[in-house]
């Protein structure tokens, strides 16, 4: 059965860095582009990066631009969120999500229908 499971999330201190794990398990991740996402209690669920399943092409939303990096190790079935300079804005539960998208140099987080595993997320609390 296809999964997917994070890890790495915490409580970390404004300025700070983490990095997020999205492992999978049940299939490869390699005709996938992953998705990471977010949720800040009392919103709405939003995509924070991607990475295509071909060329690694990656997407960033504009407020985590130069602070958060996506790779994926498709060796280890793995993709991470390495996330720097935090701020209690990035606070929420994180989730990684896979879209079956195979030799598509492009990935899309405006649409989360086109995922069809979903993690079941991880915590990350930005604060003093």
């Known amino acids: 059965q296809p999964q997917l499971a994070e890890s790495g999330g915490g409580l970390v201190q404004p300025g700070g860095s983490l990095r997020l794990s999205c492992a999978a398990s049940?299939?490869?991740?390699?005709?996938?582009?992953i998705g990471w996402f977010r949720q800040a209690p009392g919103k709405e669920r939003e995509g924070v990066a991607c990475?295509?399943?071909?060329?690694?092409?990656?997407y960033y939303t504009n407020s985590v631009k130069g602070r958060f990096t996506i790779s994926r190790d498709n060796a280890k079935n793995t993709v991470y969120l390495q996330m720097s300079s935090l701020k209690p804005e990035d606070t929420g539960v994180y989730y990684c999500?896979?879209?079956?998208?195979?030799?598509?140099?492009?990935?899309?987080?405006?649409?989360?229908?086109?995922?069809?595993?979903w993690g079941e997320g991880t915590q990350v609390t930005v604060s003093s």
């Open positions: 990475i295509s399943s071909t060329d690694g092409i990656t």
């Open positions: 999500a896979a879209d079956y998208a195979p030799l598509q140099a492009m990935c899309i987080v405006s649409s989360l229908n086109r995922y069809v595993y």
């Open positions: 049940g299939f490869d991740l390699d005709h996938y582009a």
